[in-house]
T-cell receptor, first 113, second 114 residues
Framework: EADIYQTPRYLVIGTGKKITLECSQT?????MYWYQQDPGMELHLIHY???????EKGDLSSESTVSRIRTEHFPLTLESARPSHTSQYLC????????????FGPGTRLTVL | KNQVEQSPQSLIILEGKNCTLQ??????????LRWYKQDTGRGPVSLTI?????NTKSNGRYTATLDADTKQSSLHITASQLSDSASYIC?????????????FGRGTQLTVWP
């Protein structure tokens, strides 16, 4: 069982609200990721981090921001949510080594009205 | 362009039957290929990881094969169960990036009927 957690699991909010999606892992992994996934589509990398104070944008342009102040915590923030942000957001982490297993959290299903 | 293509897009089989899912990729330089299982509304879970030198790897009723020359992989599920209903995602690791870049396919949606 992976020790990676996401909250909330489901969130319905109105346009213009600021939200933070939480992700934490207790495995001590340095590398963490945020993916966005629409139904029936592939995962798209939106942010990643190599470790504390290291964050980079991924392939998919995203209006969200992330921070990595502690190894175990990698929150994602949307300053002003829009209906186009409606999607599933998945957090993941991986240990060192090319064949290391990547562990995913359960995801946050976000709906912006 | 690095891509991962999976087929079929969806598949329905009866409980107890076998099935094989396909994955073709163009990712280079290749490091390893992974198969994940994703239940509806959940995060993906790793099933197998294969490096360039591995041709086959099993995990219970799941057997993955890899042909690095033709850049093809398959996932064979034996004696399917209702709990096998899920999306199966092929993921290829790009050795050339410092990030340890993972390229995801769109997945094959498998439905097992009783």
């Amino acid at each position: 069982e992976a020790d990676i957690y996401q909250t909330p699991r489901y969130l319905v909010i109105g346009t213009g609200k600021k939200i933070t999606l939480e992700c934490s892992q207790t495995m001590g992994h340095d590398k963490m990721y945020w993916y966005q996934q629409d139904p029936g589509m592939e995962l798209h990398l939106i942010h990643y981090s190599y470790g504390v104070n290291s964050t980079e944008k991924g392939d998919l342009s995203s209006e969200s921001t992330v921070s990595r102040i502690r190894t175990e915590h990698f929150p994602l923030t949307l300053e002003s949510a829009r209906p186009s942000h409606t999607s599933q957001y998945l957090c993941a982490s991986i240990s060192q080594g090319a064949t290391a297993t990547q562990y995913f959290g359960p995801g946050t299903r976000l709906t912006v009205l | 362009k690095n891509q991962v293509e999976q087929s079929p897009q969806s598949l329905i089989i009866l409980e107890g039957k076998n099935c094989t899912l396909q994955c073709n990729y163009t990712v280079s330089p290749f490091s390893n290929l992974r198969w994940y299982k994703q239940d509806t509304g959940r995060g993906p879970v790793s099933l197998t990881i294969m490096t360039f030198s591995e041709n086959t790897k099993s995990n219970g009723r799941y057997t993955a094969t890899l042909d690095a020359d033709t850049k093809q992989s398959s996932l064979h599920i034996t004696a399917s169960q209702l709990s096998d209903s899920a999306s199966y995602i092929c993921v290829v690791h790009d050795r050339g990036s410092t990030l340890g870049r993972l390229y995801f396919g769109r997945g094959t949606q498998l439905t097992v009927w009783p």
